[in-house]
């Protein structure tokens, strides 16, 4: 149980921010710097219900969120109450990200009072331009990851643009926003919609290729667990590893589905193995009965594997 907890709900329920804010105490922590979450899962910061089953969740991130759901009245006790669970947690497993509020409706207060409380990352949602990124990337503390979501005309125009630092890590497709920002209807987001598809595939490669972590899209329909795991087998054959989830439900289901990650990289690591014995042989091509046909492309995918494991 977090320290202090019944004077903090009792601070909470009165609406006395002030009592509120002497429990947010900045302490140093020991960042979790993993990139290989699988489940980013969506936990409100005004619900302290939902804050207190942090460490109980199956999810490998935990969006301490600040945005949407939340609202105008419970912003300000949303902002304390994350911090609070921030100096609580000054160390964690599950990667915590804080997602602000857009840049202009207070997202750059936000982070210059996070910066005291050291989250894991920022997400920043609503973004827009390069130059947005780079005002937010000079704010944010050295040591803290900036994640974007990419949910505007502008930043989908502009996605190849927007890692301006190594910090900048990972980006979330926002792709409700983003249909709503273009004009379609919701109703067009079905797993046979070409548009989707291209837009699916667009995103990974172009975030791939930057070497930025792609998170696929929230599925809102939470209760409808057959339809997302459709959804989970689709964005894992294209190649996405990641997908951001709104109930533990979810995230236990995209953790399962994504768990082999380990074997292909001990797949790797065999086929690393034989192609470097077959090399000092002479032989760069060669068929093996476990793995097919291997040659130098093959190998080199596999080393690819093995580093992005490590990072």
């Not at 643009?161 to 926002?174: E, H, P, S």
């Not at 797949?267 to 077959?278: D, G, M, Q, T």
Request: charged share 25%; net charge negative; aromatic share 10%.
């Amino acid at each position: 149980m977090i320290d202090n907890f019944e004077s903090i709900k009792k601070a909470y329920d009165a609406r006395d921010l002030k009592a509120l804010d002497a429990f947010a105490v900045a302490k140093s922590r020991t960042l979790n710097k993993k990139n290989d979450f699988r489940s980013a899962l969506m936990l409100s910061c005004n619900n302290l219900n939902h804050l207190l089953k942090i460490e109980s969740l199956e999810a490998d991130c935990i969006i301490l969120n600040l945005e949407d759901g939340v609202s105008k009245q419970d912003k300000h006790f949303a902002l304390v109450l994350c911090a609070i669970f921030l100096s609580y947690y000054r160390e964690c497993s599950k990667k915590l990200v804080v997602r602000v509020n857009a840049l202009n409706q207070g997202g750059y207060e936000e982070i210059t009072y996070l910066n005291q409380f050291s989250p894991d990352a920022v997400r920043v949602p609503k973004i827009r331009t390069k130059k947005e990124v780079e005002l937010v990337n000079a704010l944010l503390n050295d040591d803290i990851e900036l994640h974007l979501s990419i949910e505007t005309n502008e930043a989908w125009q502009n996605l190849s643009q927007l890692k301006i630092d190594k910090r900048v890590t990972t980006f979330y497709l926002g792709i409700l926003d983003l249909f709503a920002e273009m004009g379609l209807s919701q109703s067009l987001i079905s797993r046979d919609n070409p548009t989707v598809l291209y837009m699916l595939s667009h995103f990974l490669v172009t975030c791939e290729t930057m070497g930025v972590k792609p998170v696929s899209f929230v599925y809102q329909d939470y209760k409808n667990l057959a339809e997302f795991s459709r959804w989970i087998e689709l964005e894992k054959r294209m190649g996405y590893t990641t997908k951001g989830c709104i109930s533990p439900a979810q995230a236990e289901l995209v953790n399962q589905a994504f768990v082999d990650e380990a074997k292909q990289i001990q797949r790797a690591h065999a086929i690393v193995k034989l192609f470097e014995l077959h090399r000092d042989e002479g032989i760069t091509g060669f068929s093996d009965e476990e793995f097919g046909f291997v040659d130098e492309p093959i190998y080199k995918g596999a080393l690819a594997l093995i580093e992005k494991s490590r990072l």
